[in-house]
Each structure stands twice: as C-alpha cells, then as structure tokens.
C-alpha cells in the first residue's frame, strides 16, 4: 500500500530482518538496556500502563507482546499476574522466543487475549502485523499499540503518512475504540487499542463511531 506507508528500501525480506537483527543484536545496545535500573525502571513504567488498562477491564489472560526485545514489558504483566511472553527477531530467554511478528505461523487461529507492540516502526509491512494479530486474536480480543507517528531515522523500516485511512480501513477485524496521546520513555507516542469483532455489523458500527470520535478530535495532527 505505497499511497498511505512510506517504507525503507531493502532488496529482499532477508535484508530486512538482517538489518533487524543487527539492531537489536547490538551487544553494547542491549547491555546497557539490561543495567538494573534501567530495567527496573522500564518496568515500573509498564506495569503503572498496564494497570491502568487492567482497570479499564482489558484482559491479559493471555498475551503476547510483539518486538519486546529484552522483556521489560513482559516482566511487568507477570508481575501483574498474566499469562504472557514476547517474540523478536532476537531471542531474550526465557520470556522472549524468537519470531517474527509478521509471520506468527507458531500461533493458533483465535487464541490470544491480548497483544501488545510498540515497535509497529521496525515492521516492513504494518499491514502483515495486523493481519496476524487480527487472525490469532480470540473474538473480543484487544491489540494495544504504542505508534511513533513520523519516527523515520535509521532504525525505522516503515512509517505510515495516511494513519487515518490505514488505522480505520486496513487493520482486518480490528476496530479502533480509543486513543490518545501518551508520554513513554523516550518520545511521545500515540496509544491506540483496537478489538477483534467477528461480527461486520457490529464491527462497522464501532468503526463508523470511532471514526466519528477519533477524527474529529485530530488524528493526524493532535489528539487522537
């Protein structure tokens, strides 16, 4: 989808995920994300969002946070007593399994509670991810994005310019139902969570709402 996702060039999907890896790999990048109180505070900060969440009624019985690279936000919802792990390209043991988050061919149709990304950047194509997640959540099952909107420098593989058209028109199954913007621990981040509805009736209706709600309140430019 050219028109709507602007996307770094690479000669085949192997570069791709060479390229990945080889960030995520960085033996000084992930030792200093692994120092104590950098790690412990990454947490503090994950499991004061996902209580907040837990209180909305959102369930994390089973969840799977996608791109989680060292784990914190895993470590969090353990704390908080879900059923969760973490894929990535590189491996974490023991909460973070090697995958790639747009090919989840490890997971079953309609299984998973929850996911849970903050790295929808490093994607080649965002379409993949959510179609994936779109196909293994269960009906009524919640996808939780932190997106940097307009984060293109080195490490990002794509950006999409047009968010209202793909996050209201191109997510599958996924109905948008809130959003907003949200301060994280590096940039300011739009916070969007979407629901599986199996239902088109139903799922139309909530998409109409949202876009009614959502879009005048600025999602391209302001608050979501």
Known sequence: ??????????????????????????????????????FNEK??????????????????????????RMGEEIEALLQLGADCYGVDLVPHPPHVREGDF?????IEDGTIDTFYTNSLDHASDPEKVFSEASRCLKDGGT????????????????EII?????FFDNTEKLALITG????????PAWQLVFKKIENPIERDKIKNWSRIRWVGNGLGGGRV
């Open 102 to 106: 747009q090919d989840l061919h490890f």
């Open 1 to 38: 989808m050219p028109d709507i996702i602007k996307k770094r060039e690479y000669k085949d999907y192997d570069e791709y995920t060479a390229h990945q890896i080889e960030k995520t790999a960085d033996p000084d990048r992930r030792a200093r994300l692994l120092q104590e109180f950098r």
């Open 162 to 166: 047009e968010p209202i058209r793909f």
């Open 43 to 68: 947490v503090k900060y994950f499991k004061e969002k996902f209580q907040h969440f837990l209180d909305s009624g959102i369930n994390f019985g089973q969840t799977v946070c996608l791109g989680a």
């Open 180 to 187: 907003g913007i949200v301060d994280t621990m590096s940039n």
């Open 143 to 158: 996808f939780i994005l932190d997106y940097f909107h307009r984060h293109w420098e080195d490490h990002a593989a794509s």
